[in-house]
């Protein structure tokens, strides 16, 4: 049986020696080997970091491209992923989380990088901080990719998801990847980085893959490397506290398993809408991936009064589920990824029925279909019901599979008690339509959960279910869980990233971060509307005005828009309020005029305006003030894959007195010059 190869410092790797045999988790039969006999660790990490610079000198936008490429890419190839899938034990249900949810990922990175990162290589984070009164002295706080490389230690049931959702915000930073994927599915991650690497879309080095023991790995890490591990929390806390790791001050992002809950709303009886839910939820749970989930519901709450009508429902719904070969299209729940993860669900049992009392399912036998339920790591799905859920069991072992216990609870004080002595979960869920009782809810354990759910029957076409991590959320939890955070749209690219304040004049941070920032050189000639976005500089500015402010111009402005407020129509109401002292004009009446006094009206490159943002009114306007407008090039971005980029421009309108009436960005699409044939 041929070994599975290893990909690092550019080439693929076969191992030294015969390796490891791996199973087929439905028929039992051998089917790869692993090793990593001979990978030179201390190379690959060393390739990684000097490859890494051509990934760091992209924009953010360049690798969001490719990645929507790739994206596409293993779109096309996802077939020969779902058929060698099933032999992780995995249907085409499951497949739909795993390898769709992985792929997903890339163009969920891909979107967030173009919309809402710059096309530049530098992120800059908040606002410039002023720090002399004279406004020579300024600091911003920026973020630059790390000059490592991330290695990610992947946990077994999730062999593409896995590597993808830590893969993606790291390439969108311009952080190389070695990926480790756990031995049991590893012929599977082999197979998904055999199609990228074939692809030739990324650029090399980006991503090396290990397959087999990490051996010595984590001796050769530097300050600049960081490691995400996802798996066990014994084992996250072995790899934490490693010494090299502790030395260094590697940064190390830990997911670990963890004592999931759902909670039922003493609001829901049975047959409303959310009672249905709950029990679906709870059985979809415990079935998709055979229960190997780290999000999956380990613990139901529900009400004293409820406990044995849910019980009935969820064991009639379970019921239906078909067990078996997962490429059988009636088959609901394939088999576990291997004969040992099946033993250690039966130890962990014997564990939680000392709490509890089985009341669906037998863990020592079960029918399935089109297999063999011994050759293949098979197991009924269990449900278990603990009438006294102050009992420690349950709230401290976890079945890594198709299992959950039902718990009772008497009020919102008790379920909040009863979710937090999980010590720290990925994934919380609420079923209600309680408003108050989920608020209370919410707020209660939201502590001890990295993400939580809401779910009635208002939401339920729409909302993805308790156990679905999406790339715009945090996935993580605090304790237990591992105490860090992944994806969470651009707070997962932040995490490979470092970020430094600096310190300096207005010219020096405008250079710095591509922005202009006030106190920065003005230049003024030409209307900056004239010109096509290459043309354009930072700091191109049109002073226009001024243009005085009527009663005339207060009242017509009144008439037309509708808003008679009374700082505006009423003299001796607006008299009477401390922050006018008179009437007063609109204030989007400024923001008109100022509108009026800088717009270049002949056809040109400007072909839009999109919007506003961050617009603040300093100063009240009285009838007879001068209005007069500084508009100046703040930002601008190129967008690759269109004729025209995004111009963000700084608008400062004053008054006759110099005083500043409002302060707003104005955001434009301009065109390139058309390219000569």
């Known amino acids: 049986m041929a070994p599975l190869r290893s990909y690092v410092s550019g080439q693929w790797h076969t191992p030294d020696d015969e ?20 990978v030179d660790m201390a190379a690959a990490l060393a390739y990684g970091r000097e490859k890494g610079a051509e990934l760091r000198e992209m924009t953010f ?25 099933h032999r992780t034990g995995a249907t085409k249900g499951d497949n739909k989380f795993d390898i769709d949810g992985g792929i997903g990922t890339l163009f969920g990175y891909s979107s967030k990088g173009r919309r809402e990162l710059p096309n530049d290589t530098v992120y800059v984070d908040g606002n410039v901080e002023p720090l002399g009164k004279g406004g020579t002295f300024l600091a911003q706080h920026i973020c630059t990719p790390l000059r490592g490389v991330a290695v990610q230690i992947n946990a077994f049931n999730f062999p593409v998801w896995g590597p993808m959702e830590k893969f993606a915000p790291a390439f969108i930073a311009g952080v190389p990847s070695l990926v480790k994927p756990a031995s049991q599915t590893a012929y599977l991650t082999v197979k998904l980085i055999e199609l990228i690497i074939e692809s030739g879309i990324l650029p090399e080095g980006s991503l ?55 909670i039922l709303g003493p609001d829901v009886t049975p047959g409303t809408p959310e009672f249905d839910l709950f029990v679906k939820q709870l059985v979809t749970e415990m079935t998709v991936k055979a229960g190997q989930k780290c999000t999956a519901i380990r613990r139901a709450f529900v009400p004293t009064a409820l406990l044995d009508d849910v019980a009935q429902a969820a064991s009639e719904r379970l019921a239906k589920i078909q067990v078996g070969n997962p490429a059988n299209p009636d088959v609901r729940m394939g088999a576990l990824a291997s004969l040992e993860q099946r033993e250690e669900v039966r130890r962990s049992l014997k564990a939680l029925l000392e709490a509890g009392r089985v009341v669906f399912g037998d863990p020592d036998q079960v029918s399935v279909v089109d297999a063999d339920a011994e050759r293949g790591a098979f197991i009924s799905p269990v449900l278990l019901v603990a009438e006294d859920s102050s009992q420690a069991q349950p709230h401290e072992v976890e079945a890594f599979g198709p299992v959950s216990t039902l718990m009772p609870y008497r009020d919102t004080q008790h379920v909040i008690e009863l979710a937090a002595r999980g010590h720290g979960s990925l994934a919380g869920s609420v079923v209600t339509a309680d408003t108050a009782f989920a608020r209370d809810v919410v707020i209660g354990v939201a502590p001890w959960h990295g993400r939580l759910l809401v779910t009635d029957n208002e939401n339920a076409k729409e909302n993805t279910g308790h156990g679905s991590p999406l790339p715009a959320l945090v996935h993580g939890g605090p304790g237990r869980a591992g105490g860090g955070e992944e994806m969470g749209g651009v707070r997962g690219v932040l995490h490979h990233m470092q970020r430094t304040a600096v310190q300096g004049s207005p010219r020096v941070l405008s250079a710095v971060t591509n922005r202009w920032v006030p106190g920065t050189e003005r230049t003024e000639g030409e209307h900056p509307f004239r010109k096509h976005l290459e043309d354009l500089r930072l700091g191109d500015t049109v002073v226009a005005g001024p243009r005085e402010v009527t009663m005339a111009d207060i009242e017509h402005f009144a008439e037309f828009t509708g808003d008679t407020f009374y700082a505006h129509m009423d003299e001796e109401a607006a008299a009477a309020n401390p922050f006018f002292g008179g009437r007063v004009a609109h204030g989007y009446l400024v923001v008109s005029f100022a509108a009026g006094l800088f717009v270049q009206p002949d056809p040109g490159p400007v072909l839009a305006n999109y919007g506003l943002e961050n617009l603040r009114f300093l100063t009240p306007t009285f009838p007879g003030d001068s209005l007069t407008v500084t508009l100046t090039a703040k ?43």
């Open 208 to 262: 090396q893959l290990v397959a087999g023991s990490a051996g010595d790995l984590l001796d050769h890490l530097i300050e600049q490397d960081l490691v995400s591990f996802t798996g066990s929390a014994s084992t996250a806390q072995r790899l934490r506290t490693h010494e090299n790791i502790v030395r260094r001050s590697v940064r190390f992002n830990a997911e670990a398993d963890s004592l999931n809950c759902s």
């Open 635 to 677: 930002q601008i971005t190129p967008r690759n894959d269109q004729d025209y980029g995004e111009v963000r421009w700084d608008a400062d309108v004053t008054n006759q007195k110099g005083e500043s009436v409002a302060k707003y960005d104005v955001l434009t699409l301009v065109a390139k010059r058309e390219k000569s044939s």
């Open 61 to 85: 936008h360049e690798r969001a491209a490719l990645l929507k490429v790739l994206a596409s890419y293993l779109m096309e190839h996802r077939d020969e992923l779902y058929a060698l899938s």
């Open 19 to 38: 390796g490891a045999p791996l199973h087929d988790a439905v028929t039992g039969e051998e089917i790869a080997r692993i090793s990593s006999a001979g």
